[in-house]
């Protein structure tokens, strides 16, 4: 049984996790579609206009694979097989690091402990009488 911390986290916190809004929804018109890679659940309504995702986990777009990406933009009509082969050139999925250990800090970034190059002769202030 859920705790009263999932359920309030359902109520006031979407990023978590479905909405109770979402879940009646899809109980009353979701036709589910299939599943990724991620446990994420993919449905739409009978007639195919709308379409949308009950994520497994935090609720970041960036979560949804590229062959269920365009299923979900109308970009293709029909849902990715369960069966597609990775292509050699595609790379494994990263999710959004931003805001964690893992994001990228540039060379000279201030969170990567790094010291900036001193500005060379190449720039001039901007001066309102000049």
Do not use: C
Not at 8 to 31: D, E, I, P, Q, S
């Amino acid at each position: 049984m859920a705790s009263v911390w999932t359920y309030m986290k359902m109520v006031f916190g979407w990023w978590n996790h479905a909405t109770y809004g979402t879940l009646l929804y899809t109980a009353r018109k979701g036709v589910p579609v299939g599943t990724d890679s991620f446990g994420n659940r993919y449905y739409q309504t009978a007639d195919g206009k709308r379409r949308w995702v009950l994520y497994n986990g935090t609720v970041e777009g960036s979560r949804v694979p590229a062959e269920w990406h365009l299923w979900m933009h109308h970009t293709v009509d029909t849902p990715p097989a369960a069966d597609m082969t990775k292509k050699s050139w595609e790379q494994d999925f990263l999710p959004n690091l931003s805001g964690t250990e893992g994001a990228y800090h540039p060379k000279g970034s201030l969170v990567r402990g790094g010291v900036r190059a001193p500005a060379t002769g190449d720039y001039e202030s901007w001066s309102p009488n000049a």
